[in-house]
Nanobody
Framework: VQLQASGGGLVQAGGSLRLSCAACGRTFSSYTMGWFRQAPGKDREFVAAIIWSGSSTYYEDSVKGRFTISRDNAENTVYLQMNSLKPEDTAIYYC?????????????????WGQGTLVTVSS
């Protein structure tokens, strides 16, 4: 599976962005998809995940209620809607895929990664 993330940019605190991750591959619907982020000088961290059907999602505590992960299997795309953005959300955001039918949180368990898209939130 090849992944291409897009949608990052510069936004003021309190604003919104929608990230997209387009996948190439006929078995996209079999994968659990995740979003991760990496701020300067920090480790890559989990943000959100969604299982193959879209019926189950999971979020890191600091983004609960502000971010929403969703997927469109017909379009081979996963999204991350980010609202009420804060300066601490500034990071490179990566999408990732793993061939599982459960929620996966650990970075090392994901097999495929996109190239990342930069999100900058100004105060």
């Amino acid at each position: 599976v090849q992944l291409q993330a897009s949608g990052g940019g510069l936004v003021q605190a309190g604003g919104s962005l929608r990230l997209s991750c387009a996948a190439c591959g006929r078995t996209f619907s079999s994968y659990t998809m995740g979003w991760f982020r990496q701020a300067p000088g920090k480790d890559r961290e989990f943000v959100a995940a969604i299982i193959w059907s879209g019926s189950s999602t999971y979020y890191e505590d600091s983004v609960k209620g502000r971010f929403t992960i969703s997927r469109d299997n017909a379009e081979n795309t996963v999204y991350l809607q980010m609202n009420s953005l804060k300066p601490e959300d500034t990071a490179i955001y990566y999408c990732a895929a793993v061939l599982r039918h459960t929620i996966v949180v650990a970075t090392y368990e994901y097999d495929y990664w996109g190239q990342g898209t930069l999100v900058t939130v100004s105060s």
